[in-house]
Every structure is written in structure tokens, then in C-alpha cells.
């Protein structure tokens, strides 16, 4: 099975409304880095975490290490949020090798 | 800072044709990553390397794929006899390293189509 399964796999909701993804995982990560692929095709890097949680704007992430999971909360969502978000975890000290969930495709109703 | 720089940008080649793929990192940062990406297998780590050196090819496939860094301002990735399997965007990533120097930043990558 997927080793970083991502949820839901397509999201579609108003603009101004908040949201939550989510990603599990199936192997032990020590790190956990989100990103936002636009409708360019160009990947974004969000949040770098290692266990905790970090706050950029609209956006807030978690990472739980002991229960194998994170997520990426976005409030007030905009029509430039639009996009798929990755979740992608690194595991064992010293590796940056990431292992990718297959996406959330998130879409803004104006 | 113009960020990792992936040339070209779109790629045609014929079946069994060879096809090289370029990026150029950001400057200091010591590693580099290739991942392939597919609608159907998602994004998927082909190797790295750290101050030029090869760390992890365990993703490349083991024939037709070669990745070389032959100095610390690019990268090359080989694809010998391309198969129309081989299809797909090819991004190339750098990153510092330790800690949050971790963050991984993506060029815009080769979409490479094999007819």
C-alpha cells in the first residue's frame, strides 16, 4: 500500500471557507515537508517540520511523529490556494530522500 | 536567486532515441534530487547527490537511467533508448542540508514525451 497516503483526494470548496489534509504514514518519519503544485505545474515548498507544528498567514501545519501523521489547515481559503497540495516524508537521520503522497487537488469556487 | 533552473522545458524525442536532461541547482546548495512524475504513479525519487557526490540511486531504473553531477552548478540526467513508458515530467530539486536547510526546492522540470 501507499507508504504517505494523503486525504481527500480532490477538495472543492467556496472561497472564504477553511480546510484540512491530511496525511498518514506508513513508514517512521522523522520529517515532513508540504508543498503546493499551482496550475502552472510549478511545486511550491509550504512548511519544513520535524514534530510540531508551524503557522505561515493562512495557512498551519502539524506534524504528529508518535501517531504517523500531519496536516495542512487553510483558512480563508483564496482562488491563488487553488492547486494540488503534496505531503512528502523523510525518514532515518541524515536522509533527505522524500517519499510523496499522491496529492490533494484543491479547487476554489469563487 | 532564480531558483533551480531545468533545461529544456519540453523535450519530443522518438522511440529509442537518447535523451539528456539538465538543472542547474541553487547556488550552495550541496544537494541535488531527480523525481519523475506521472498522473498515475504520482512523484517518484529517482537518486540524489550530496556535494556532487551519488548518495541514493535506488529509484533510477537500472538500465537506460544515469545521473551525473559533474561539478557543483549542474546536473545531468541520461536516458538511453527511451520507451514511450519513459514519458513523464522530470524534476530536479537542491536543497541544503541539516535541519530546515533540508527544504526542497523544485525547478519547473522537463516534460519529456516519447512518441
Known amino acids: 500500500g501507499d507508504k504517505v497516503k494523503q486525504s481527500p483526494s480532490a477538495l472543492s470548496l467556496q472561497e472564504g471557507t477553511n480546510s484540512a489534509l491530511r496525511c498518514n504514514f506508513s513508514i517512521a518519519a522523522t520529517t515532513v515537508q508540504w508543498f503546493l503544485q499551482n496550475p502552472r505545474g510549478s511545486l511550491i515548498n509550504l512548511f519544513y517540520?520535524?514534530?510540531g507544528t508551524k503557522e505561515n498567514g493562512r495557512l498551519k501545519s502539524a506534524f504528529d511523529s508518535k501517531e504517523s501523521y500531519s496536516t495542512l489547515h487553510i483558512r480563508d481559503a483564496q482562488l491563488e490556494d487553488s492547486g494540488t497540495y503534496f505531503c512528502?516524508?523523510?525518514?532515518?537521520?541524515?536522509?533527505?530522500?522524500?517519499?510523496f503522497g499522491k496529492g490533494t487537488k484543491f479547487s476554489l469556487i469563487p | 536567486n532564480a531558483g533551480v533552473i531545468q533545461t529544456p522545458r519540453h523535450k519530443v524525442t522518438g522511440k529509442g532515441q537518447e535523451a539528456t536532461l539538465w538543472c542547474e541547482p541553487i547556488s550552495g546548495h550541496s544537494a541535488v534530487f531527480w523525481y519523475r512524475q506521472t498522473i498515475v504513479q504520482g512523484l517518484e525519487f529517482l537518486t540524489y547527490?550530496?556535494?556532487?557526490?551519488?548518495?541514493?540511486d535506488s529509484g533510477m531504473p537500472k538500465e537506460r537511467f544515469s545521473a551525473q553531477m559533474p561539478n557543483q552548478s549542474h546536473s545531468t540526467l541520461k536516458i538511453q533508448s527511451t520507451q514511450p513508458q519513459d514519458s513523464a515530467v522530470y524534476l530536479c530539486?537542491?536543497?541544503?542540508?541539516?535541519?530546515?536547510?533540508?527544504?526542497?526546492?523544485f525547478g519547473a522540470g522537463t516534460r519529456l514525451s516519447v512518441l
Open positions: 547527490f550530496r556535494n556532487q557526490a551519488p548518495i541514493d
Open positions: 530539486a537542491s536543497s541544503g542540508t541539516g535541519g530546515s536547510q533540508n527544504t526542497l526546492y
Open positions: 512528502a516524508a523523510g525518514a532515518g537521520t541524515g536522509s533527505n530522500r522524500l517519499t
Open positions: 517540520l520535524v514534530p
